[in-house]
């Protein structure tokens, strides 16, 4: 089917809106004045210069870059098994629907009630604390891609290899989960994503010797608006552009994404 | 071990930690905004419901009810407009480019929502982009940030995204042919769309609006940050209690308000869209 | 010697019953197509003997053996799907060589016999190629060599040909049922061809709302139907409602003569069209009518004609080659005549 120019032109003007923040985001890191302004009065590397020299802000990477590998191993670690008792449809509805609850919660009320219910336990500003909180976020998406994923295999394929002499362990191990591994590896991709982007939970949870990056830029932005946050946020987009472009290179994430 | 067992294993860690980090903690807030903070701002354990009665009596709490209601109304209803067509294009056209623009639509959902925010600032801010295209042609200083303008289009670039995926969700149960067919009885190419396709996508519309709404009803970063304190919407607000003036029966109260405000809000939707399709 | 046998084997979903009772046994080499519509629990019926279903009652046994409460796994049949179900992640002939390895057959071996299975089906050269990259016709080969290389006690096909174009379909029948013989694999075949069915099998089953409604060779069924059921959905015919009387049934102000009718009573009667002849002036037969041509479907070497009659419309098939063909058109006069012993008739 034929798109007319009238669609284009309005999908045209829908894209630079949406886009042209991370435009201006990317062109003003590389601003050399003191404040964000447009047009900058020249162009320099200074501001990335200062990223590099910032050790909280170095500290805070290695702490979400570390933070996030954690939270997606134990999610796809839990979320994986529970995906394929729900894709068989040997847990009731109920389960499933419990499994994507929080993502239909505000998070900034999640992030509320877990700072209430670690308080008391000492676990806020704790790694512990900080791994749950992101766990809970990350855990639906991972449940749901992955129940996408095995409910897409065609049943008689798993059919075929029993009767070819497969038992059921030997059915999920080469059939099964070989199938899945695309899906396994975008839910795996997502999870990293989100939980080295989430700020609202992190907010609360955080503290003077354990914050995340996001959180660090978000505190940086509430007082101060220099470059410095543009090339922070430049050097956030350049690790997901990467990511993403890798994966789908890979597997096709945005099939994959379209799909949930 | 019968199935059902086995289901109810491989869901044993997931449940786990769902319970641990979600339904008990969902417990704690239910319970705290039963609590009572006195007038010297201590903590009093207890079971009342003071503290809701206390914000139905304040008129400010239904002035931000309003003002966040409205607010993320109008956004969802302009990142609708502004996505359908963006949608519609990425579901017919046949460029080789499809599929990096449709990453590209739904690329911001992967950069950290406070990074875009920055972009704003660089646009709308006084330094910003705007407001030199308007010195260059010799008119005042607009002021868009850190007040509602600021805060309604930061919002709804920021759900647009989701706008898009919902909307092509939607689309993709729809049979290209149809348009086809309408052409070969005659129908124009804006007459097919308008008669045929259009209706034909009102449930994904209607389902992207609701999310949209969600979205931005539920939102924090942007209106706090573009908001610079001078914009007050619910979240900003049981923020707020939670973190400056340290009344966390108060925050837990407003959060179970803005819950059940949700709830009631999506049974609406749903009971509204049932009868628009019966 | 009887290598098959089901026993009652009864299925229902949700109080719906799918599969009644239906009880047949599979000579040793031989191919019994399981003929049906869709939603006659063929289907059910084949998915039972591969223990993909379970029964709710009924026994399958293969040389007196119950395998009834035997995981699929443990069965070894082999089983070509109607989607052929393979594994888009392997090769053509890691896909052969998956059921070997779970018979614990080793690795030299495994490759030897799936070249040989592959060979078999004349794909030999398409061994290192995936599923997507092969035609349906080659996809449904590789189906084939996979259940047959694990040397399977029974081998089940569900409607295995239904996914190809009709040409195809024709040729891969033909090569399927040479291969079938050479392997001397004990078959079950489901279909809802019914030519499909004739020309492949040694024994066909026809069944109707999960029951078996006659059991024999494709000849049996075609010419001595059982049932109307059988009557109607193998093969066409002209069918018409009477009263036996005086060894004729009365229809239409006529009388058709019929081999053993009873001496009174409603009847129901089926004539095949390849069964009735045209007449010329002069001829005579047992059984004649006189009608007019209403339709005439051309088809190369035979033209179907509809024929109005005092019975109601008949369908002739004509070879064109035949002297009564001679070109004729609707709206003129016909005369048909057939014997007595080709009159189909069921008590009604």
């Known amino acids: ?260 | 071990m019968s199935r059902r067992q086995a289901g109810w294993l491989l869901c044993l860690p997931a449940l786990a930690l769902l319970t641990l980090a979600f339904l008990w903690p969902m417990a704690i807030l239910a319970r705290m905004s039963l609590n009572e903070t006195s007038e010297s701002g201590m903590l009093v354990e207890t079971v009342s419901t003071a503290t809701y009665v206390k914000l139905a009596e304040d008129a400010f709490t239904w002035q931000v009810t309003r003002d966040s209601l409205v607010l993320s109304a109008g956004c969802a209803t302009s990142a609708l407009l502004l996505a359908y067509p963006m949608a519609l294009f990425l579901f017919r056209t046949r460029s080789r480019w499809r599929n990096l623009l449709a990453i590209a639509a739904i690329a911001p959902l992967l950069v950290s929502g406070t990074g875009r925010v920055i972009g704003w600032l660089a646009i709308l801010g006084d330094g910003g982009m705007v407001n030199a295209a308007l010195h260059a042609i010799g008119l005042p200083t607009q002021h868009l940030i850190n007040n509602w303008t600021g805060v309604r289009i930061g919002l709804t670039e920021s759900v647009m995204p989701y706008t898009v995926l919902a909307l092509l969700a939607g689309f993709g149960r729809l049979d290209p042919r149809l348009e086809e067919a309408a052409a070969t009885l005659g129908a124009r190419p804006l007459r097919a769309f308008w008669r045929v396709t259009f209706p034909l996508t009102l449930p994904a519309v209607s389902a992207g609006w609701l999310l949209a709404f969600v979205l931005a009803i539920s939102a924090f970063v942007t209106p706090h940050l573009m908001g610079g304190g001078r914009v007050f919407v619910l979240a900003t607000e049981i923020y707020d209690a939670a973190t400056q003036t340290l009344d966390w029966p108060a925050a837990a109260a407003l959060s179970i308000y803005a819950l059940v405000l949700l709830l009631v809000l999506m049974l609406a939707h749903g009971t509204l869209s049932r009868r628009a399709a019966a | 010697m009887t290598h098959l046998v089901l026993e009652g084997l009864t299925r229902a979903y949700g109080g719906r019953p799918v599969v009644q009772g239906v009880s047949l046994s599979v000579e040793r080499g031989s191919l019994l197509a399981l003929l049906g519509p869709s939603g006659c629990g063929k289907t059910t019926t084949l998915r039972m003997v591969a223990g993909l279903e379970a029964p709710d009652a009924g026994r399958i046994l293969v040389e007196g053996r119950d395998v009834t409460p035997l995981a699929p796994h443990r069965r070894r049949m082999g089983v070509v799907f109607q989607s052929y179900a393979l594994f888009p992640h392997m090769t053509a002939a890691a896909n052969v060589a998956f059921g070997l390895e779970m018979h614990g057959v080793p690795r030299g071996e495994r490759v030897r016999r799936a070249a040989e299975a592959l060979t078999l089906v004349g794909l030999a050269d398409h061994a290192q190629k995936r599923p997507r990259q092969l035609s349906g016709g080659q996809q449904q080969r590789v189906a084939l060599a996979r259940a047959l290389a694990i040397e399977p006690d029974v081998l089940l096909l569900d409607e295995p040909l239904s996914a190809l174009d009709a040409k195809l379909r024709e040729e891969l029948r033909s090569e399927m049922r040479a291969i079938q013989q050479r392997v001397g694999a004990t078959s079950v075949f489901v279909t809802h061809d019914q030519a499909e069915a004739l020309a492949m099998a040694d024994m066909v089953a026809v069944m109707d709302q999960g029951r078996i409604a006659q059991l024999g060779t494709p000849e049996d069924v075609f010419e001595r139907p059982r049932t109307p059921f059988v009557a109607t959905f193998v093969g066409r015919s002209a069918r018409f409602a009477g009263q036996a009387e005086g060894g004729a049934v009365r229809a239409g102000g006529m009388a058709i003569h019929a081999a053993g009718l009873p001496a009174t009573g409603a009847v129901e009667v089926f004539v095949r069209p390849h069964r009735i002849r045209v007449l010329a002036d002069g001829d005579t037969a047992e059984n004649a009518l006189d009608g007019t041509i209403a339709a005439i479907d051309y088809t190369g070497e035979v033209a179907q004609l509809q024929v109005d009659t005092p019975v109601g419309r008949v369908p002739v098939d004509v070879a064109t080659a035949d002297g009564a063909w001679r070109a004729r058109q609707p709206g003129q006069p016909i005369r048909l005549g057939w014997r007595a012993t080709d009159t189909i008739w069921f008590a009604a």
Request: charged letters at 10%.
């Open chain 1, 1 to 260: 089917m034929k798109v007319g120019r009238f669609t284009a032109v309005l999908a045209a003007c829908g894209y630079g809106f949406l886009l042209s923040p991370l435009l201006l985001v990317c062109l003003l890191s590389f601003s050399a004045d003191d404040y964000l302004t447009f047009p900058p009065s020249g162009w320099s590397l200074r501001w990335f210069g200062a990223l590099v020299a910032n050790g909280a802000m170095l500290q805070a990477a290695r702490t979400s870059l570390l933070l996030a590998s954690v939270v997606t191993l134990l999610a796809l670690a839990a979320g994986l098994p529970a995906a394929l008792a729900v894709a068989r449809g040997w847990v009731p509805g109920a389960v499933a629907a419990l499994l994507s609850a929080p993502l239909l919660l505000p998070t900034l009320v999640l992030g509320l009630a877990l700072l209430m219910a670690l308080q008391p336990l000492a676990l806020v500003a704790t790694w512990p604390g900080l791994a749950l909180a992101h766990i809970v976020v990350v855990l639906p998406f991972v449940v749901r891609i992955m129940t996408t994923a095995l409910s897409a295999l065609p049943a008689e394929l798993e059919a075929a290899a029993a009767t070819l002499g497969a038992s059921p362990l030997r059915v999920f191990w080469r059939v099964t989960l070989p199938l899945a591994a695309p899906g396994a590896i975008a839910a795996a991709t997502l999870a990293f994503l989100v939980s080295f982007d989430e700020v609202v939970i992190s907010l609360f949870l955080v503290g003077p010797r354990l914050t995340t990056l996001s959180v660090a830029l978000f505190r940086y932005t509430e007082s101060r608006t220099d470059p410095l946050v543009a090339a922070l946020a430049v050097a956030l987009i350049a690790v997901t552009v990467v990511v993403v472009l890798t994966v789908d290179r890979l597997v096709g994430f945005t099939r994959t994404i379209g799909r949930t």
